[in-house]
């Protein structure tokens, strides 16, 4: 064996909301007791309490961390999740629903989309809902798992993310890693020293006194950034102008029939509101501009508009949507809500957070604080973000709405250029590309400029290459192919209660 190079010994995760445990439980399953991991929380400051709606990406991180599904689900009271519907985003009257997967399948070496937009102008083909299996499932609310001994058929292609409470997620995760080795401290941190010569991070006080060092921070600590923002003054960039969502409510109410397996988001004045079946409850809350509408019309129409019996007082949060200059600043790495926020219009926080960690584990700074490292983390991270955001404008840009302030605001609002560039290569002929990694692939994208009535003035010239007839068969075939699948598959109610009741 040679000398231990090691510089990184002591990991310090600064708090313990769904992102200070997803760190602790994801560093300890992986690194096992290569580093000594603490967490500090403070009870007395608490959570931020909300946090429910996934992508189907949180598989990868709960398989990662060695969850088991249905165990998962059984604790944490959740529901599966096939996509996302948007009522009246488009105009008033207007619903669509953001699938996850594949819509159709590919004919040639053209997505299915382009098909379909010869034949429906044609008013030979049926909504786009129809040739998504997720879709076509979620809005008979049922639902199965992808069965993966059909792996040409649609039953084999199902994509599914959760609904779940993200407390009782924290509780959970937290247990795991506590057997797993990470040491817990009660405390709030009333301090952060900053090593003079160079401003690394040298160590965090408690309210008690003690002072805990580390050679790597983690800041969790939610809004405030307590290391990243308040000790190291990183800066914000501030995305309002793009965003102008920047208050929220949110309150829970009564389990209500049919247990939808999909988060439904309804466009609201000066914002939108969010409805999210659980098992024990359903989640409800409100995001709204506050240049727009004052907190009283908004928490009246959340409460005029919950289809259940409302089961608490309104939690309410402010936010300012934007994202740290940089999530990792010396030996800080923000994670959560401290390294920025974007509203929860597609689920995507906590995705934000598994892929901040993940990222951080390939680049763990095992050697030492490498300037190249930090940089190339930083770059893919506001990659990241970035293009998280444009997808999270679209909805507001593509409007034909213009009946309140708030949405002329959005329809007439300049938008990032490389938004921009994708509306209008969308606009041209249908055409779509995912660029590098970003989160979201072409079938997203699609389903959300055509749900927010972004027609495209032509389709691909190689459709023309197929014989209208063949394209006709072809998409009927899906189409029939799918309403057959779906057929075969239980309500989600059934199947939950079936595979993975709460305890
Ligand atoms: P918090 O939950 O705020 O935790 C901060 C922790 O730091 C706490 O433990 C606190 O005690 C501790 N702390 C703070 N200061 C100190 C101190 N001085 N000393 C010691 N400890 C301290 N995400 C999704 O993926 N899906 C959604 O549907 C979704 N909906 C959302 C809706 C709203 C309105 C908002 C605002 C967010 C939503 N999110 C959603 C985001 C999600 O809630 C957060 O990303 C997630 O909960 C992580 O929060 P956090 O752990 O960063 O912060």
Not at 365 to 379: K, L, Q, V, Y
Not at 485 to 490: D, I, K, Q, T
Request: hydrophobic share 40%; with cysteine; glycine share 8%.
């Amino acid at each position: 064996m040679g000398a231990d190079v090691r510089q990184l010994k002591t990991i310090l995760i600064v708090g313990g909301g769904s992102a200070g445990w997803m760190a602790a439980a994801l560093f300890s399953k992986l690194f096992k007791g290569l580093y000594e991991i603490a967490l500090i929380e403070s009870e007395a400051i608490g959570t931020i309490g909300v946090g429910e709606a996934t992508i189907p990406a949180i598989k990868t991180f709960n398989d990662l961390i060695g969850l088991d599904e249905n165990d998962f689900m059984r604790r944490t009271q959740a529901s599966f999740k096939l996509g996302i519907q948007f009522v009246d985003w488009d105009r008033i009257g207007s619903s669509y629903i953001h699938g996850f997967g594949v819509i159709g399948r590919d004919l040639e070496w053209l997505r299915c989309h382009q098909y379909w937009l010869k034949m429906r102008a044609a008013g030979k083909a049926s909504d786009l809902a129809a040739y998504s299996i997720n879709t076509a499932a979620a809005l008979q609310n049922r639902f199965m798992r992808a069965d993966p001994k059909r792996p040409t058929s649609p039953l084999g292609h199902i994509a599914h993310a959760f609904h779940f409470d993200a407390g009782l997620y924290a509780r959970y995760l937290r247990g795991m890693s506590e057997a797993a080795g990470v040491r817990r401290r009660e405390g709030k941190v009333v301090s952060v020293k900053l090593k003079p010569e160079d401003g690394f991070v040298e160590s965090v006080t408690l309210e008690d006194g003690a002072v805990v060092s580390a050679d790597l921070f983690i800041d969790c600590s939610g809004f405030r950034g307590l290391i990243i923002e308040q000790a190291m003054k990183t800066g914000y960039e501030d995305w309002s102008h793009w965003l102008p969502c920047d208050r929220a409510m949110a309150v829970p109410c009564a389990r209500t029939e049919p247990f939808t397996p999909y988060t439904r988001s309804t466009a609201r004045p000066a914002g939108w509101q969010w409805r999210i079946p659980l098992q024990h409850r359903t989640g409800n809350g409100h995001v709204y501009s506050s240049r727009h509408m004052d907190d009283e019309e908004a928490e009246r129409i959340l409460l005029s508009n919950l289809d259940g019996a409302q089961m608490a007082e309104p939690n309410r949060i402010r936010f300012l949507a934007g994202k740290r200059r940089q999530i990792w600043n010396r030996n800080c790495v923000a994670a959560g809500l401290a390294s920025g926020f974007l509203e929860p219009l597609e689920s995507t926080s906590l995705h934000l957070i598994q892929s901040v960690l993940i990222r951080l584990v390939r680049m763990m700074p095992d050697a030492g604080f490498d300037p190249a490292t930090i940089a190339e983390f930083n770059r893919q991270t506001d990659f990241e973000y970035e293009r998280i955001r444009d997808f999270i404008i679209l909805h507001y840009k593509a409007t034909e709405r213009d009946d309140t302030p708030f949405w002329r605001y959005c329809r007439d609002m300049d938008v990032p250029v490389t938004l921009e560039r994708k509306i209008d290569l969308f606009r041209a002929n249908g055409r779509i590309f995912r660029e590098d990694d970003e989160l979201f692939a072409e079938e997203s994208w699609i389903q959300v400029l055509l749900g927010q009535g972004m027609i495209p003035a032509g389709y691909d010239p190689l459709v023309d290459v197929t014989p209208e007839a063949d394209i006709e068969r072809f998409l009927a075939d899906v189409e029939a192919v799918i309403g057959k699948c779906v057929a075969l598959m239980p309500s989600h109610a059934d199947y939950v209660e079936r595979v993975c009741p709460a305890a």
